[in-house]
């Protein structure tokens, strides 16, 4: 139990640091000159040198009032910068200009670092590395498909897996991928739409990932008694994800209600890898450890170097390998499960 010890404390502490540190004001956008900067640019279309062409023909321009669900024409707004948000990216970067020539810090506008922007790509880096998880986890259920499908032993009567987790493994690739998916959607076109589907994605597969953690070290494996586990924290995440797309995105409550789920089932694997005595439970341990160190960067946060890789975006790369190993794991605990399983048959 002393690896998962040392796992246990630096979770604690990491949840602690983050409840603690959930709410932070964005000091740019309550900014008086940036705030007249944006209304003036929405009037005239013009900033500096800079003319933005969608202030001049504003019957285009969707991003500004109406329910995300219910704007029309959202395809435009992914391909065409509107008036609103090329408003804001230009004021933006030019009181930056004036804070850095009167040596001042940068500052977060609306929640985010100003980001150099490529093309449509508000925040490339995090874009790139979102979609680079995508890929690590498709690959990794591929990986784990073929070994439960074609290389590891089928029950003889109902040609079924041993494992009996297979199926919830499936299912978590598929919410794992689908929240990289808008991920990286988000980080490439920041609207009202894309941020609520980001938001709920990763809720759900933080709900889906307790719900997964508390079953398999419990070691629940008839449906009746998993539906009773599952059922409480799946009506919990669902009326949370209502509330935040119905009622108020409520940044800092999101933030408290994600690391209490993340803690809660860091925790969990950690103390069933040492109390089993799992034959991966270093590989478990080392990315449960991993996963915490990485979330630190959400803790201490610093603004973009060179305009492109802030901490958010570290803790996207840093995920990478995680995710590797994470899914090494899910292979291990296939076959350490099946091969217990046959010998039991036998």
């Known amino acids: 139990m002393g690896g998962s ?3 246990v404390r630096l979770t604690s502490l990491l949840a602690l640091g983050l409840v603690l540190g959930a709410v932070e004001a964005s000091l740019g956008d309550v900014d008086p000159r940036y ?5 003036d640019c929405q009037t005239t279309g013009i900033i500096g040198e800079n003319i933005i062409s969608h202030c001049q023909n504003k019957e285009n321009d969707t991003s500004v009032g ?12 992914w391909k065409e910068l509107s008036c609103w948000t090329d408003c804001r990216y230009f004021c933006m970067m030019q009181r930056e200009g004036e804070r850095q020539s009167l040596g001042l810090t940068p500052v977060k506008y609306h929640g985010k670092w100003p980001f150099l922007r490529i093309s449509v790509f508000q925040e490339p880096l995090s874009a790139a590395l979102s979609a680079i998880n995508l890929l690590m986890h498709f690959t990794g259920w591929l990986s784990f498909f073929f070994l439960v499908k074609y290389k590891l032993p089928l029950r003889p009567q109902t ?7 297979t199926s919830l493994w499936h299912i978590y690739a598929i919410l794992s991928m689908n929240a990289w998916f808008w991920s990286s959607i988000f980080h490439t076109r920041d609207i009202d739409l894309t941020e609520k589907l980001d938001y709920s994605s990763a809720v759900a597969l933080l709900g889906y990932s307790l719900i997964l953690s508390l079953l398999r070290a419990f070691n629940v494996k008839d449906e009746a008694p998993r539906v009773m586990f599952a059922a ?6 669902t009326t949370h994800i209502l509330y935040l797309n119905f009622y108020e995105l409520d940044y800092g409550w999101n933030m408290k209600v994600c690391v209490v789920m993340a803690a809660v089932q860091l925790l969990t694997w950690a103390i069933w ?6 034959p991966s439970r270093l590989k478990l341990w080392t990315a449960v450890f991993g996963g915490a160190l990485a979330m630190l960067l959400e ?8 305009g492109y890789a802030d901490a958010h975006s570290l803790w996207h790369a ?11 794991f899910i292979k291990d605990d296939a076959e350490f499960r099946t091969s217990t399983l046959i010998k039991k048959t036998k």
């Open 5 to 7: 010890a040392w796992v």
């Open 35 to 39: 705030r007249t900067c944006v209304k």
């Open 66 to 77: 109406g329910s995300w669900y219910n704007q029309e024409q959202i395809y435009m707004q």
């Open 159 to 165: 040609k079924r897996t041993y494992y009996e987790y």
């Open 232 to 237: 409480p924290i799946l009506a919990f995440v």
């Open 273 to 278: 890898a040492g109390v089993t005595q799992h």
């Open 299 to 306: 803790l201490y946060d610093f603004p973009p170097y060179m």
């Open 318 to 328: 840093s995920t990478i390998p995680l995710t590797y190993l994470w899914w090494s």
